[in-house]
């Protein structure tokens, strides 16, 4: 099973800051990882995929990078409500198995 | 607008059964793989099962279901549903279904989320 292992655990920053969201696989998984955004009380949202595409509605202010085992989710100009938690994924293995990550909690 | 309305939870006793049904709209629903991703209270997301489209004459799980947890569709109805037979008080959680993001492709990112039935097993 490909274990997805994120850090940090918890992040506090300002508004207007730069953040950096890492995320690494236990082996290859290509560009076959997604974030995901999940805020209090709410089912989580689809913010990239494809390691570094924006799914629709995105900001741009959000942006992937990475491929093989290292991924990066960046966010620009933090503004108060990215205040969330979020996830990678990985869906690369046959068979299937979804992988997520135990999350990174940011906090604005 | 796409939609996904999940029913079906509730406190459950170990040892009995569930079925969840998800009720989807606004998309051909047998064209896109479905899924089901759970979350405990507190903790992170844990994909549970997909099933392939047109018919979902393929379906994966993750270990800990196997045996137990049964995906099936109802292309006819839009639906998808989750049978869980033999719960565990470690299967509590709020149980999502989601959409592959991808038309026809098992292997992609889930693109659209239910709000999610909470799901109690405890005596």
């Known amino acids: 099973e490909v274990v997805m292992t994120q850090s940090p655990a918890t992040l506090s920053v300002s508004p207007g800051e730069r953040v950096t969201l890492s995320c690494r696989a236990s082996?290859?998984?290509?560009?076959?990882l997604a974030w995901y955004q999940q805020k209090p009380g709410r089912a989580p949202s689809l913010l990239i995929y494809e390691a570094s595409t924006r799914a629709t509605g995105t900001p741009a202010r959000f942006s992937g990078s990475g491929s093989g085992t290292e991924f990066t989710l960046s966010i620009s100009s933090l503004q108060s409500e990215d205040s969330a938690v979020y996830y990678c994924?990985?869906?690369?293995?046959?068979?299937?198995?979804?992988?997520f990550g135990q999350g990174t909690k940011l906090e604005i | 607008q796409v939609q996904l309305v999940e029913s079906g939870g509730g406190v459950v006793q170990p040892g009995r059964s569930l079925r969840l049904s998800c009720a989807a709209s606004?998309?051909?629903?047998?064209?896109?793989?479905m899924h089901w991703v759970r979350q405990a209270p507190g903790t992170g997301l844990e994909w549970v099962a997909l099933i392939s489209y047109g018919g979902g004459a393929y379906k994966y799980y993750r270990d800990s279901v196997k045996g137990r947890f049964t995906i099936s569709r109802d292309d006819s109805k839009n639906t998808l549903y989750l049978q869980m037979n033999n719960l565990r008080t470690e299967d509590t959680a709020i149980y999502y279904c989601?959409?592959?993001?991808?038309?026809?492709?098992?292997?992609?990112?889930?693109?659209?989320w239910g709000q999610g039935t909470l799901v109690t097993v405890s005596s």
């Open positions: 606004g998309f051909t629903f047998s064209t896109y793989g």
């Open positions: 994924q990985q869906y690369n293995k046959w068979p299937p198995m979804f992988t």
């Open positions: 082996q290859s998984v290509s560009s076959n």
């Open positions: 989601a959409r592959a993001s991808v038309e026809e492709v098992d292997l992609a990112s889930l693109d659209y």
